[in-house]
Structures are given as structure tokens and as C-alpha cells.
């Protein structure tokens, strides 16, 4: 499990307990990561959320075309695996989680417990905090480094 | 904003290449995804239609190492040029924290790039976001073609480049600034993050 | 009114009984259900097919053969619940009044009559 903040450690690690679900992602309804159970490699990750963000945010659009409100949750039930994409309001604004799940839990029960777990997160959420800035002044020498060595120059 | 994750220093940039129909952001995608070892990328995630013309979204994943001890990563996003498919630029915009505009420089594109970029501020004013607050670069793409069918730099800048941000040449299906214009975009979307940079 | 319906209906009837719910026994889901009242059905629907699910496997372990009847008993009532077929559960849930010998009865001729 990582997660970008520690206060989600807590509800997530209850949510996969009693879901037993096989991968979670949980974004920010643009896609950024916020926190992960279960994937092995972190450029996975990013591509499961930037598809994850994009379904829900395609089908809040196919909604609104429609007039209905938006979207609570969608299913997918695989032969061997089952995906829940839900989004939910959170004092951040709106995230999305993504939960795969096995025969050994149950669309059901991830539903269930997905619920308590985004009451859990939409209340412990504490407020942004404001940092400072991250990056050394004259990053850039690094940066270029970085990406001279990645384009092989 | 860049999510930035303090814990495991890491830091996630979005950055969505924008412009007009065929002007080269998927071409400039898998330029970026042929040259990036695979260890260092993810799979690049292409929605397209029968005929390759990008239908939601590209996206690919690059971890650029490691910068001011932070593990930096960028999200490389494309919209799909074509005017009719609007809603879903909206989508893939949200929460950009840099745009590479990616024009076409035959002088035939010029009103295609002129109404896209016009696109870029409507959709970026919507979401609450002043373009000029937005990290850019220009990228004028195609410059391989002949020279009486394409414009030149300047001649592009002059129309497109208000603001006089970085522009950058390229010939994207050959690799030709391709790889200074993302280390042009990674500067100033990095930027905001850096001591004495602007608040990000 | 459905076959399944009726089934429910008569299950919420007996004695002591809350409510009564037919439930997709491998997703968990709410298939039909039966005055539900105080209780939560899509959580009693989720456990009470994934507690089927464990106690199948069980049973299978422990050489029983497949559960017929699952009678869960708390402190201030029980839950039942009967196999039918192999997607679908009949599930009640009644309080310490409950004549259980009446619900086990309704609940395993709802089942035969669903499955």
C-alpha cells in the first residue's frame, strides 16, 4: 500500500480487509494519484488512473447530455475479476477509487464497505497544507541531466 | 497543481499536449515513448479510432529520476485535435499543470491553429484557469515540410506566441524538438515548485 | 405479483420476522426484497452471501456437502438463510420472537419453488 498522505493509511487498510480487494487506486478526478494497494509498477499506476479519471469523467459528461445527475459507481464483472469505479466528494474536491476484486469477495461487499470507507475518508480529510517550495533553485541542471540520460544524449 | 507527496518524495506533473487535428502530439508521444528506456516508462495508453486519429486521449508515463531528491514523474497527456471532440478536451485538461502546444506550420493550418489556441483559453477560462498562469510552450511542428508550405518560427510566433514563452522548431515524426520541448515545458512547470519560483 | 415475490411476502409474514430478501448469491446484490424495515438490506445482502460463500467452503472441507440452511443467531435475533440453486440466496431476518421452525419452513419452499 502507498499513499501520498498518511491519514488515508487508516481507511484504506480497513477497506481492504474487509473487501478484500485485489488493487485499489484511489485519484483526484483529473488523475493523479493519491493512494494504491497492490500494483507493482508505478508508471501502471498512473495509466490506471489517467483511464480511471477519464471513464468517469466521460460518463458525468454522457449524464449531463442526458439529464440525469451524474454517475454514482459503475461495475464491470469480468470472468475473473470485477471492477468498481466510484467517485465521491471529498473536502478536496471529487476522487475517484478504482477497486478490483476476485471471487473471493463480491461486488456487493466491495460496494458496502467502498461506502464506509469514503464516509471515513470524507471525514478525516484535514484541510491542505501549505508548503513551501520542494525544488532547489537551480533545479534545472538536474532536470536537464534527467533527461539528457532518459533520451539517451 | 503538481501532486506533490512528501512522505515518499515524489512529485506527479500533468502535462497535455494541445492543438489542432493531425499537428503531430501523437507523433510527439511515441517520438518520447521510442526514446525513453522501458524501465522508465509505462505502456503508452492510446485511444484512437479505426484511422489513428486520437479519439479520447494519449497518455504515457516517464519517470524522469530524481530532482532535488523528489522521484519526478510527468504524466504526457494529448487531446484530440479535431473541433467536434471539445468535451473530451475539457476532460483531459482538467488539472493540467502545463500545456505544449503543438501547432501545425504549413501555411494551410494557419486558421486551425489560431481557432484551437483560442479553444485552449476558452476551455482553460472555464475551469478557472488564466492561460496566462498556465505554464506554455509553443512547438511548430512539421518544419521538414518544403519551405513554401509551411510558415516560418517567427511568422508562427508573431501569431500565436503572445505572450513570448519559449517556441521550439520541431519535426516531430523524426524526433527533431521533440525532446527541448519537453525539457522547455518540464522547466517552467517545475519551476512553480522551486525556491525563488513563483507560488505554485 | 412474481413467483419470487409471493415467496418473500409469506417469508415476512411468519411471526418475529423483519424482512426477507432474495439475493445474487455470487455478487451479493439485492435481487428482490420483502419490508425491510430497520435494516440495512444491501449490507445484510452483501455479508450474507459472502458468509454462504465461506460456510460452502467449509462445509465442502469438512466433507458435509453443501450447506442446506444457515442459521446465524445473535443476541437479539437471527439470520437465515437457504441456498437456491446455485446463483440466488433466500435470506430473512427476524427478531428473538421469531418463529424460526415457520421461517425455516417458508424459506426452504421459497427456495424450491425459485430455484
Known amino acids: 500500500m502507498r499513499v501520498l498522505e498518511g491519514w488515508v493509511s ?118 491542505e497544507e501549505q508548503r513551501g517550495p520542494v525544488l532547489a533553485e537551480n533545479f534545472e541542471h538536474e532536470l536537464n541531466a534527467s533527461l539528457r540520460a532518459l533520451f539517451g544524449r | 497543481m503538481s501532486l506533490v507527496n512528501f512522505t515518499a518524495r515524489e512529485i506527479t506533473c500533468k502535462i497535455v499536449y494541445y492543438g489542432p487535428g493531425r499537428s503531430g502530439k501523437t507523433t510527439n508521444l511515441q517520438y518520447v515513448f521510442g526514446r525513453v528506456p522501458e524501465t522508465r516508462r509505462g505502456r503508452m495508453v492510446s485511444l484512437a479510432t479505426h484511422g489513428d486519429r486520437t479519439l479520447f486521449f494519449d497518455f504515457l508515463p516517464i519517470e524522469l529520476g530524481s530532482i532535488s531528491g523528489f522521484t519526478t514523474r510527468f504524466q504526457l497527456y494529448t487531446v484530440p485535435g479535431q473541433s467536434y471532440y471539445n468535451a473530451t478536451r475539457k476532460l483531459v485538461l482538467q488539472g493540467a499543470d502545463g500545456v505544449v502546444f503543438v501547432a501545425d506550420s504549413q501555411a494551410r493550418r494557419f486558421d486551425d491553429n489560431i481557432e484551437s489556441l483560442q479553444n485552449l483559453q476558452e476551455n482553460l477560462l472555464e475551469q478557472g484557469v488564466d492561460v496566462r498562469q498556465m505554464p506554455i510552450v509553443f512547438q511548430y511542428n512539421k518544419q521538414d515540410l518544403p519551405r513554401d508550405l509551411v510558415l516560418a518560427r517567427a511568422d508562427l510566433d508573431e501569431a500565436l506566441n503572445f505572450r513570448g514563452v519559449e517556441s521550439f522548431a520541431a519535426d516531430a515524426l523524426h524526433g527533431s524538438g521533440v525532446f527541448e520541448t519537453l525539457k522547455g515545458i518540464s522547466e517552467l512547470v517545475l519551476r512553480k515548485l522551486a525556491v525563488g519560483g513563483p507560488a505554485a | 405479483m412474481s413467483g419470487a415475490e409471493h415467496a418473500l411476502r409469506r417469508i415476512s409474514a411468519v411471526r418475529g420476522v423483519r424482512g426477507a430478501m432474495l439475493v445474487s448469491a455470487p455478487d451479493g446484490l439485492v435481487v428482490s426484497e420483502s419490508s425491510m424495515e430497520d435494516v440495512d438490506g444491501r449490507a445484510i445482502a452483501a455479508l450474507a452471501a459472502s458468509l454462504a460463500g465461506r460456510l460452502r467452503r467449509a462445509a465442502g472441507g469438512a466433507g458435509l456437502g453443501r450447506p442446506t440452511v444457515i442459521q446465524l443467531r445473535g443476541e437479539t435475533g437471527t439470520l437465515l438463510a437457504v441456498p437456491a440453486g446455485e446463483e440466488l440466496l433466500v435470506v430473512a431476518v427476524g427478531d428473538r420472537e421469531t418463529n424460526l421452525g415457520l421461517a425455516r419452513l417458508e424459506l426452504l419452499e421459497a427456495a424450491r419453488g425459485i430455484a
Open chain 1, 10 to 127: 487508516g481507511p484504506l487498510s480497513r477497506f481492504l480487509d474487509e473487501s478484500a480487494a485485489r488493487l485499489v487506486l484511489l485519484m483526484t478526478s483529473s488523475g493523479q494519484v493519491v493512494a494504491q494497494h497492490g500494483f507493482t509498477r508505478s508508471v501502471d499506476v498512473m495509466s490506471a488512473a489517467a483511464l480511471g479519471a477519464g471513464i468517469m469523467a466521460s460518463t458525468g459528461e454522457l449524464a449531463h447530455l442526458m439529464g440525469s445527475p451524474r454517475f454514482g459507481a459503475l461495475v464491470h464483472q469480468g470472468t475473473e475479476q470485477g471492477l468498481l469505479l466510484s467517485g465521491f466528494d471529498t473536502p478536496r474536491g471529487r476522487w475517484i477509487g478504482l477497486v478490483a476484486f476476485g471471487p473471493e469477495s463480491s461486488v456487493g461487499i466491495v460496494q458496502l464497505f467502498f461506502q464506509q470507507f469514503t464516509d471515513e475518508i470524507a471525514a478525516a480529510t484535514p484541510p
